[in-house]
């Protein structure tokens, strides 16, 4: 069965230091993978997609960056953080879009606090 | 552009009162509507997802139905273990990206 890793599960940053968020797929190959960020009583907001090692995707500019340097890992990082960037940060993963199941599967997230 | 509703915000029900949740969308062309059980400090759950208006998913306690313009999830005889967020979300058929709604925040009161 598949798994999905996120760390770390909490972090307090202060402003204008670097981030750095990772998660790990198990149990699959060549899936889709996500960034989410979820601010309080919000929805989820698409940050990046990757479709490939090396293929990243942005939604919405911002003070964030993804990287996907193996199949199954997904870096999200910053190199100076704002307060803005504070929320809860989920990675996912979907199967091959058409092929595969398009459900996507949501690690146990990041709480991010920028202070 | 697509959008996701979904009402009510937030729903107290006491123990064993079913309800329904909605979930109202505008795409151009649906390939799928998801559901999702989120708790408190917890990633997103699936539950369920749908594909064409008529279509009906159960699992204990929840049932999902679609419709062409939105979709209901129904609570029978709801537990205190059913407290929780729950998201909705739809994929468009031009690609593989979701648009989620805010969630509606159950309370199941004992």
């Known amino acids: 069965s598949q798994t999905i890793h996120q760390w770390p599960a909490t972090l307090v940053q202060p402003v204008g230091s670097p981030l750095s968020l990772e998660c790990t797929v198990e149990?699959?190959?060549?899936?889709?993978l996500y960034w989410y960020r979820q601010a309080a009583g919000r929805g989820l907001q698409l940050l990046f997609y990757?479709?490939?090692?090396?293929?990243i995707s942005s939604e919405v500019p911002q003070n964030l960056s993804a990287s996907r340097p193996q199949d199954r890992q997904f870096i999200l990082s910053s190199k100076k953080l704002l307060l803005s960037d504070s929320g809860f940060y989920l990675c996912a993963w979907s199967g091959v879009a058409g092929v595969t199941y398009n459900e996507q599967f949501f690690g146990p997230g990041t709480r991010l606090t920028v202070l | 552009e697509d959008q996701v509703t979904q009402s009510p915000e937030a729903l107290r029900l006491q123990e064993g009162e079913s309800s329904s949740l909605n979930c109202s969308y505008t795409?151009?062309?649906?390939?799928?509507l998801f559901w999702y059980r989120q708790d408190p400090g917890k990633g997103p759950e699936f539950l369920f997802t749908?594909?064409?208006a008529g279509e009906e998913k159960e699992k204990e306690r929840l049932k999902a139905t679609l419709t062409k313009k939105e979709s209901f999830l129904h609570i029978t005889a709801p537990k205190p273990e059913d407290s929780a967020t729950y998201l909705c979300?739809?994929?468009?058929?031009?690609?593989?990206?979701?648009?989620f709604g805010p969630g509606t925040r159950l309370s199941v009161l004992p």
């Open positions: 990757s479709v490939g090692i090396g293929q």
């Open positions: 749908l594909y064409s």
């Open positions: 149990g699959t190959s060549n899936p889709n």
């Open positions: 795409v151009s062309g649906l390939r799928g």
């Open positions: 979300a739809v994929q468009p058929n031009y690609g593989q990206n979701f648009v």
